[in-house]
């Protein structure tokens, strides 16, 4: 069974246009976290929803809007896509404040 | 602003030689340290958490120290298979997020 997992594990979409990544967790856990790894590998905070509250909002631009229907799922709606947005985007899980667990990652490419 | 260096970018080894890889840090009330490892294409895969100052953790050939400045990842004759992205990060205060490093890429040759 897949503990973090991540719909489409490949994205490829134009300028302008607008789109969804999901991600589900069964491992039972509160809070869960959208990272962004650029193309230098470096990965950083986007997010994080703890019981479908959000708690971190980094500085990212507000075509970005994360949502959490429950505890077990947290999706990212990307309005707008720029070719900036291009990157691996992860999510993951955490009962509190442990160690996180890593989706595959979404890869976003916009031409 | 809490900081994460790692150190070497990147590292070479034969089969069986040993070496460390350096995660050195600054932050304001350290929650803890988590070393992770990361696969080409793949998600972060959780190796080590250590809280304190003193800790030590092994898994396998891997083993890792903690210091009020430093963390480091000992590398025991390792394998091809240990070749990966070794990723340190940081998680500060009351907060939730982890603050990565650059990582440090290993590839191990036969």
């Known amino acids: 069974d897949t503990a973090v997992s991540q719909t489409p594990k490949y994205l490829v979409t134009q300028m302008g246009n607008d789109k969804s990544i999901k991600c589900e967790q069964n491992?039972?856990?509160?809070?869960m976290y959208w990272y962004k790894q650029d193309s230098k590998k470096f990965l950083k905070i986007m997010f994080s929803?703890?019981?479908?509250?959000?708690?971190i909002n980094e500085t990212v631009p507000n075509r970005f809007s994360p949502k959490s229907p429950d505890k077990a799922h947290l999706n990212l709606h990307i309005n707008s896509l720029e070719l900036g947005d291009s990157a691996v985007y992860f999510c993951?899980?955490?009962?509190?404040?442990?160690?996180?667990?890593f989706g595959p990652g979404t890869r976003l490419t916009v031409t | 602003e809490d900081q994460v260096t790692q150190s070497p970018e990147a590292l070479r080894l034969q089969e069986g030689e040993s070496s460390s890889l350096n995660c050195s840090y600054t932050?304001?009330?350290?929650?803890?340290l988590f070393w992770y490892r990361q696969d080409p294409g793949k998600g972060p895969e959780f190796l080590f958490t250590?809280?304190?100052a003193g800790e030590e953790k092994e898994k396998e050939r891997l083993k890792a120290t903690l210091t009020k400045k430093e963390s480091f990842l000992h590398i025991t004759a390792p394998k091809p298979e240990d070749s990966a992205t070794y990723l340190c990060?940081?998680?500060?205060?009351?907060?939730?997020?982890?603050?990565f490093g650059k990582g440090t890429s290993l590839l191990v040759t036969p």
């Open positions: 993951a899980s955490s009962q509190d404040v442990n160690e996180q667990y």
């Open positions: 990060a940081v998680q500060a205060g009351s907060g939730y997020a982890l603050n």
């Open positions: 491992l039972g856990h509160d809070t």
């Open positions: 929803y703890n019981n479908k509250e959000l708690i």
């Open positions: 932050v304001s009330g350290l929650r803890g």
């Open positions: 250590l809280y304190s």
